[in-house]
């Protein structure tokens, strides 16, 4: 069975950095790009960027390039989304999922809330 | 890189039809066959319904069904049901391995 599990909640402080992770099991995570996707507090779904983890090809959307940083480690099938600092309005959930060729998210994880206040 | 434009909101009665839309440009949905729709419930991870424009995974009814014609794409739900109540979100390949998604469509169940 495809899963991505995603890390707990956070609660932060501007400025502070963080980093989540996605694990994924039961396929080949190496074969598959594994992407992030935000929702912020009642909006709808913006995606972030993806990673190919056999070789760490990395596309941003233009709206977040600069502002986070995707990663993997394929030695532990985890992918990685990081910020150095954090703003309040990164408060969002942000969602993992899994793209096959074909240009669509067939699996997301569960997502990980991360609230940034003062 | 600008959301598709979705309808804010979308109803019918049960056993009725609701047609969502879903207009991109050239750049993308009119651009590639990669269009893909996600059924999002309150407080749920959004759920892939259709990808590759019309295409129905393993488990989603064959209620539910997609097309595209030039930058614009749909999403019908035949047979409406109470469980169909959600948000819906359409999503496009937009060139250079990068996506976009729909500014999303609450579907209300009356």
């Known amino acids: 069975e495809v899963q991505l599990v995603q890390s707990g909640a956070e609660v932060k402080k501007p400025g502070e950095s963080l980093k989540i992770s996605c694990k994924g099991s039961?396929?080949?995570?190496?074969?598959?790009?594994i992407g992030w996707v935000r929702q912020m507090p009642g909006k709808g779904l913006e995606w972030m960027g993806t990673i190919y983890p056999s070789d760490s090809d990395i596309r941003y959307s233009p709206s977040f390039q600069g502002q986070v940083t995707i990663s993997a480690d394929k030695s532990i099938s985890t992918a990685y989304l990081q910020w150095s600092s954090l703003k309040a309005s990164d408060s969002a959930i942000y969602y993992c999922?899994?793209?096959?060729?074909?240009?669509?998210?067939?699996?997301w994880g569960q997502g990980s809330l991360v609230t940034v206040s003062s | 890189q600008s959301a598709l434009t979705q309808p804010p909101s979308a109803s019918g009665s049960p056993g009725q039809s609701v047609t969502i839309s879903c207009t991109g440009t050239?750049?993308?949905?009119?651009?590639?066959?990669?269009v893909s729709w996600y059924q999002q419930h309150p407080g749920r991870a959004p759920k892939l319904m259709i990808y590759?424009?019309?295409k129905r995974p393993s488990g989603v009814p064959d209620r539910f069904s997609g097309s595209k014609s030039g930058n614009t794409a749909s999403l019908t739900v035949s047979g409406l049901q109470a469980e169909d109540e959600a948000d819906y979100y359409c999503s496009s390949y937009a060139g250079s391995n990068t996506y976009v998604f729909g500014t999303g469509t609450k579907v209300t169940v009356l």
């Open positions: 039961g396929y080949s995570f190496t074969s598959y790009w």
């Open positions: 590759e424009v019309s």
């Open positions: 999922v899994r793209r096959p060729t074909g240009g669509y998210f067939d699996y």
């Open positions: 050239s750049s993308d949905v009119g651009g590639y066959n990669y």
